[in-house]
């Protein structure tokens, strides 16, 4: 075969390979649907995602509960039940777990061979990339809106607490909630996914993805208020994201600043808390998703050449 024609083979495959079909939204509607698709035809995770942050709430509100009342009282007043400063915790262990196992499926793709197809497709990378994580977040919201529902129920059981004394901001808190978790997923899927892409290897997604989980909750606010831990401790928090998402959830259910980090009195009230951690969380998902991104393109010329 003379050079040109090999030339001209290679030219029409790069051609293949930038051109597309479809727009964006399209593309983006395809691959959420083969994602969500995929996950609902997997019960067992399914089931795990939803019953696992249950059973660790119960537990975790029945022995720090006891413990913690002092340390509680002192940070945010005696008023606070440990169930309400609990659930913010809940929700973004929840997350973190659904999160940080994202990598598997794209790792799942590239052992069967479907990772590969998709890549010489003409489907925008962009949109791959975004339709994963966006089926993935349905799932994270409906485990928030469980784990919210449980909360209330454990501390109507508990006080006999109305819902107006369970999120201090109402309607709109609770969807401030939902917003912080989705973004605050979303800086951990994308971790979990430039993981797989690294590695291409479905232990060492899973055996990271299980390395960080319970120490970044432990060095952070999640718990106990950052006063009462140790210095070291309260220094790594600073750059834990799931400090930042603690914090603003916990604000927007208590209505009051509670950021643990830093001193911010700028916007007042519960603001000096949610708009600084809700920045630190989407600069995290920026750079983070940008990686993730970059990688995928270049497993994609990688794929063409």
């Known amino acids: 075969m003379s050079p040109e024609i090999e030339g001209d083979e290679v030219s029409e495959r790069s051609v293949t390979q930038k051109s597309s079909g479809n727009n964006a939204v399209v593309d983006l509607r395809i691959s959420f649907k083969r994602w969500l698709v995929k996950t609902s035809r997997n019960p067992y995770v399914t089931f795990t995602s939803l019953v696992q942050p249950v059973i660790f709430f ?10 913690a009342a ?3 009282t002192q940070a945010v007043g ?3 039940h440990y169930v309400t400063y609990l659930t913010p915790a809940i ?52 485990q928030t809106l469980v784990i919210l529902a449980l909360g ?48 291409r290897d479905r232990e060492a997604t899973i055996m990271i ?6 120490p970044l909750l432990f060095i952070s606010s999640a718990f106990v208020p950052l006063d009462v831990l140790p210095n070291w401790i309260q220094t790594l928090a600073i750059v834990n994201p799931i400090t930042y998402g603690v914090d603003a959830i916990r604000a927007l259910m208590l209505g009051q600043d509670v950021f643990s980090v830093f001193e911010i009195t700028v916007f007042g009230g519960l603001w000096n808390t949610v708009v600084p951690a809700v920045a630190v ?25």
């Open 58 to 67: 119960v537990l975790m509100a029945e022995v720090l509960g006891a413990v």
């Open 70 to 72: 002092g340390a509680l």
């Open 78 to 80: 005696g008023n606070i």
């Open 91 to 142: 929700m973004i262990q929840s997350a973190l777990a659904a999160a940080a196992v994202s990598g598997i499926g794209l790792v799942d793709d590239m052992e069967t061979g479907m990772f590969d197809k998709t890549l010489i497709s003409p489907m925008g990378r962009g949109a791959m990339f975004v339709g994963k994580l966006l089926s993935e977040l349905v799932r994270i919201i409906i």
């Open 152 to 199: 209330f129920g454990l501390l109507w059981m508990k006080t006999g607490g109305s819902i107006g004394s369970y999120i201090q901001t109402g309607l709109a808190g609770m969807l401030g909630i939902i917003a912080v978790t989705v973004i605050f997923a979303g800086v951990f899927m994308a971790y979990s996914n430039i993981v797989a892409l690294v590695t």
């Open 209 to 214: 993805a299980n390395l960080l989980t319970f």
């Open 281 to 305: 969380l989407i600069g995290f998902l920026l750079v983070l998703g940008s990686v993730a991104v970059h990688l995928l393109n270049n497993a994609s010329k990688t794929e063409v050449q």
